[in-house]
């Protein structure tokens, strides 16, 4: 079955650089209708799209984070790394990474069909 | 930028029908599919609509969405209420970029 996990610090000091690494299984990054997301979620507000990549490394990034963000993948270890630099305590929140499917035409993006159990990231000194 | 716009909360009894909305602020949300999550507290969301009005396996036939393009709104729309339909709903699209956007997230009550 499609199993997707967040791996990475509980606690950053403010202006440290976090990485964090979402290992999948059931799906292969090489698939060409699957990408994976990273989506957070600070305490009690809403979800936030971060990042999204795919098989032919098309990448797409918040265009409010972009100056912060790297998202990459390592397709033989079934992982996708985010990396945030100049971490805030506004930046505390559970960060998700979930899956991503284009439709049959291989054109629009469609919906985060799973979802790992979230990490919660807390940016305190 | 591409937002979505979703009322706060809503409540209602169980048993009735509750419409949950999204409004696009620009351009046409029938552009890029809509998507709508449930999320229950603790726990990651769960897809409940995608590609506008397709329901996932597995979700009762209770959940329904729609777009309105005349109001470049979308809406999600649960029959018969039950206590455990309870929960945060998130409307989700994308922009002209592909880029993921998800509304403010509408609190459910069912009192």
């Known amino acids: 079955q499609v199993t997707l996990k967040e791996s990475g610090p509980v606690l950053v000091k403010p202006t440290e650089t976090l990485t964090l690494t979402c290992t999948v299984s059931?799906?292969?990054?090489?698939?060409?209708?699957?990408?994976v997301s990273w989506i957070r979620q600070p305490p009690g507000k809403a979800l936030e799209w971060l990042a999204h990549?795919?098989?032919?490394?098309?990448?797409s990034y918040s265009t409010s984070l972009k100056s912060r963000l790297t998202i990459s993948k390592d397709t033989s270890k079934s992982q996708v790394v985010l990396t945030m630099t100049n971490m805030d305590p506004v930046d505390t929140a559970t960060y998700y990474c979930a899956r991503i499917r284009r439709d049959s035409s291989g054109y629009y993006l469609v919906d985060f069909d799973y979802w790992g159990q979230g990490t919660l990231v807390t940016v305190s000194s | 930028n591409f937002m979505l716009t979703q009322p706060h909360s809503v409540s209602e009894s169980p048993g009735k029908t509750v419409t949950i909305s999204c409004t696009g602020s620009?351009?046409?949300?029938?552009?890029?599919?809509v998507q709508w999550y449930q999320q229950r507290p603790g726990s990651a969301p769960t897809t409940v609509i995608y590609?506008?009005?397709?329901?996932p396996s597995g979700v009762p036939d209770r959940f329904s969405g729609s777009i309105d393009s005349s109001s470049n709104s979308a809406s999600l729309t649960i029959s018969g209420l039950k206590t455990e339909d309870e929960a945060d709903y998130y409307c989700?699209?994308?922009?002209?970029?592909?880029?993921?956007?998800f509304g403010g997230g509408t609190k459910l009550t069912v009192l």
């Open positions: 620009s351009g046409s949300i029938a552009s890029n599919y």
């Open positions: 059931g799906f292969s990054l090489s698939n060409a209708r699957m990408g």
């Open positions: 990549i795919f098989s032919n490394d098309e990448k």
């Open positions: 989700q699209s994308y922009d002209s970029s592909n880029q993921g956007v």
């Open positions: 590609e506008d009005n397709q329901r």
